[in-house]
């Protein structure tokens, strides 16, 4: 299972994505997050520059996510949102 992760504006246009879908590797551990356990698997997902922290800490949790350049680069856009102050949302699209 797995999302493309994209960094959309306020009129929810693109800003960045991920070069490579966001990979579940083990679902029992993704229920243990604190706010990537509600993402869904078959439509969109949206999160504030609010809940960064969190999607941060989320996406650092080992064993949840497939070992791949996607974790780093999901950190990385987590990042340039909670700067953002409120211009910017995290969308995790599921398949």
């Not at 994209?6 to 551990?29: F, P, T, V």
């Not at 949206?46 to 999901?74: C, P, Y």
Request: include cysteine; charged fraction near 25%; hydrophobic fraction near 40%.
């Amino acid at each position: 299972m797995g999302w493309s992760v994209i960094l959309q504006d306020s009129g929810r246009h693109h800003i960045s994505g991920l070069s490579a879908e966001l990979e579940e590797d083990n679902h029992e551990k993704r229920m243990e997050l604190k706010l990537l356990r509600s993402l869904d698997a078959y439509g969109d997902t949206r999160f504030n520059h609010l809940q960064m922290d969190e999607v941060i800490s989320d996406l650092k949790a080992t064993g949840a996510w497939k070992k791949s350049a996607a974790v780093a680069e999901a950190i990385i856009l987590a990042q340039r949102c909670k700067q953002a102050d409120g211009s910017l949302t995290l969308c995790f699209f599921g398949d």
